[in-house]
T-cell receptor
Framework: GAVVSQHPSRVICKSGTSVKIECRSL??????MFWYRQFPKQSLMLMAT?????????EQGVEKDKFLINHASLTLSTLTVTSAHPEDSSFYIC???????????FGEGSRLTVL | AQRVTQPEKLLSVFKGAPVELKCNYS??????LFWYVQYSRQRLQLLLR??SRESIKGFTADLNKGETSFHLKKPFAQEEDSAMYYC??????????FGSGTKLNVKP
């Protein structure tokens, strides 16, 4: 069964609105979750590391005020795209890493379309 | 700077033919490399990692530090191998750089 569940799988919103994407770790508690972004025909780019009970760590070039991350429990991390613009349209994927193995388990991804 | 390079966006082979998906990396430390696969309409999943030196679904990959490569190979491709393949480099304990991916198309 799935280790990581992501919701919603698709969302369409108007420019200027905010969108929240949830990522749940189903099989084990995750102090750390990862948010990736994937543009069409391009690689996955790490956006940020979500840390349970503390602030997320953002990669260089990622606006933390634009992409709000909350990791309130050991099984749930949320990514909120604030004041979305068409250029934010992308495929967002969360993942959970199993400690000591380096293996990542991925959510099914969320396709955001901003009109 | 790009850390993982997959030079081929698309690779088409006939069923039963050998296949090699190329991956080169650039990393100053001791690399840990993985191959992830995404079948149609499915999520990304781990295929294999170099430290385990295992063969999964007939695929193998050898880390060549001299050539900084981690090419994925299979002697006889099957139609069900058609998928997107991503080479990934683990860095900073728990973060990954991903290559741009290679789409493998195995023709009947």
């Amino acid at each position: 069964g799935a280790v990581v569940s992501q919701h919603p799988s698709r969302v369409i919103c108007k420019s200027g609105t905010s969108v929240k994407i949830e990522c749940r770790s189903l099989d084990f508690q995750a102090t750390t979750m990862f948010w990736y972004r994937q543009f069409p025909k391009q690689s996955l780019m790490l956006m940020a590391t979500s840390n349970e009970g503390s602030k997320a760590t953002y990669e260089q070039g990622v606006e933390k005020d634009k992409f709000l991350i909350n990791h309130a429990s050991l099984t749930l991390s949320t990514l909120t795209v604030t004041s979305a613009h068409p250029e934010d349209s992308s495929f967002y994927i969360c993942s959970v890493g199993r400690e000591n193995t380096g293996e990542l388990f991925f959510g099914e991804g969320s396709r955001l379309t901003v009109l | 700077a790009q850390r993982v390079t997959q030079p081929e966006k698309l690779l088409s082979v006939f069923k039963g033919a050998p296949v090699e998906l190329k991956c080169n990396y650039s990393y100053s430390g001791s690399p840990e490399l993985f191959w992830y696969v995404q079948y149609s309409r499915q999520r990304l999943q781990l295929l294999l990692r170099h430290i385990s030196r295992e063969s999964i679904k007939g695929f193998t990959a050898d880390l060549n530090k001299g050539e900084t490569s981690f090419h994925l190979k299979k002697p006889f491709a099957q139609e069900e191998d058609s998928a997107m393949y991503y080479c990934a480099l683990l860095y900073n304990f728990n973060k990954f750089y991903f290559g741009s991916g290679t789409k493998l198309n195995v023709k009947p």
